[in-house]
């Protein structure tokens, strides 16, 4: 037998109806709140994800599945999206014919991490991207949408932790501060925070390390190093998610894994999960979209790990318990083929209809039906068809009636009202 891929897996058809469940919730919450589909490759140039994410990522260094393809270029399997719309929108010059470009993809994502509970190395991911507005109102309307999709959902037990990482002006004063500080503790942090002290020290302050989380505790922090403009960007942001009721809470640690981020950062916790497996996270990029390659817009996105999602859901929730109109039981040889017809006739009039052909007993039949969820079981045997008609039973109330074969589309739909 072969397996599948380590990290990877599937989604059985008896959980894909609550995966579908959170897709189109997830879909229309975010079409309400403007933002349109779009559907970027899973693959891209290597280089898209180096230049975006940031070489000394994590996601970058260690994760990406990245392989020469058979022409010897080289190319990997997209560890996020955002830097994939990017590309798309500038390749496409999407922003000309909408200054305010509000998008979002559902798909998968790759990352080579250690395979653990809601820790994959294929996830599927909801991704929102607003380009072409750097307001702090924008911040907060995006956090809002990310905020509408958990609680259209219905996820229980999340908090919003907001950060503000400054800008690029105010960050590299800020690395100054932070190098000066871990410097007396270079040879107490861990092997990963000794090379991050050099090439990307603000990742030391989320290192889940014992002895790196300590000496982050006493870290200067950058929301108190922000310049001016980005505190005042930053104080909006948080009065507008005030007014629009949105819980947060400050976590002035919060550093991303993404190098992108400008001013606002957000990160979506779940207490059973904890903070090194957020639901969903995000924040603002003043400089992608030029960095590669496109026109000096800023943006804001968030992602939201559905593996992540759906654990906080049950299994049984009502919302997506899957039903069948009617099982059709057939009930004998000589009905078989008036009943086949009859029953394709309900599908094609909307009905599900499940039926089975080979022979089995009623009683079977009806622990079948009940299984199946179905809210009628339409009895077909000798008698029905000698006298043109099917037995009707009520799953829920248990009563029977009988119906004339030519009047069971009307009859059920009557039943549906
Ligand atoms: P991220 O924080 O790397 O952000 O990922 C977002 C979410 O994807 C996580 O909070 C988590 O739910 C899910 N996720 C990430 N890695 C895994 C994994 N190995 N297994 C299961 N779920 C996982 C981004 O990807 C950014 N592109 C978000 C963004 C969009 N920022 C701006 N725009």
């Known amino acids: 037998m072969i397996r599948l891929v380590k990290g990877f897996h599937d989604i059985l058809p008896e959980d894909t109806a609550k995966w579908a469940f959170i897709i189109q919730t997830a879909r229309s919450t975010l079409e309400r709140f403007g933002f349109r589909e779009i559907v970027p490759p899973i693959m891209e140039r290597t280089e898209l994800f180096e230049r975006g994410i940031g070489q000394v990522t994590d996601i970058v260094e260690k994760e990406m599945y990245t392989f020469e393809d058979r022409g010897g270029e080289s190319l990997s399997l997209r560890p996020e999206a955002t830097a994939g719309i990017m590309r798309a929108v500038v390749e496409h010059s999407l922003l000309r014919s909408d200054p305010l470009l509000k998008l979002y993809t559902i798909g998968p994502m790759f990352r080579r991490e250690r395979p653990s509970k809601g820790r994959f190395r294929q996830f599927f991911q909801i991704n929102a991207e607003v380009l072409g507005d750097d307001s702090p109102y924008t911040d907060a309307e995006t956090i809002a949408a990310a905020y509408a999709i958990m609680a259209d959902i219905g996820a229980s037990g999340l908090v919003m932790e ?54 982050a505790l006493e870290a200067p922090l950058i929301v108190e190093n922000l310049d001016d403009s980005c505190r005042e960007h930053f104080k909006r942001v948080q009065e507008t998610l005030d007014l629009l009721e949105i819980p947060f809470r400050l976590e002035p640690r919060l550093v991303r894994g993404l190098d992108y981020y400008t001013r606002t950062a957000f990160e979506i916790i779940h207490d059973e999960l904890g903070r090194s497996k957020a639901l969903g996270g995000g924040g603002r990029y003043d400089t992608l979209l030029s960095e590669l390659g496109g026109d000096d817009v800023s943006g804001i996105g968030f992602a939201i790990g559905i593996e992540r999602l759906s654990m906080g859901i049950p299994d049984d929730d009502r919302r997506f318990s899957r039903f069948l109109d009617a099982y059709f039981a057939i009930l004998g040889e000589a009905p078989l083929k008036t009943g086949l017809e009859v029953v394709n006739r309900l599908r094609c009039h909307g009905f599900s209809v499940e039926t089975r052909y080979s022979p089995m007993t009623l009683k079977a039949q009806m622990k079948l039906a009940d299984k199946l969820g179905a809210r009628k079981v339409l009895m077909f045997g000798d008698e029905e068809l000698a006298c043109g008609e099917i037995t009707v039973r009520d799953m829920a109330n248990k009563e029977q009636t009988k119906v004339k074969i030519g009047n069971i589309v009307n009859y059920l739909q009557g039943e549906k009202t």
Not at 197 to 207: K, Q, S
């Open 162 to 215: 907001i950060n503000s990482v400054g800008c690029r002006e105010c960050r590299s004063e800020y690395r100054g501060l932070l190098t000066k500080y871990l410097e007396h503790y270079i040879d107490e942090l861990c092997t990963d925070c000794r090379r991050r002290y050099h090439t990307n020290p603000l990742r030391v302050l989320d290192c889940k390390a014992p002895r790196c989380s300590e000496i």
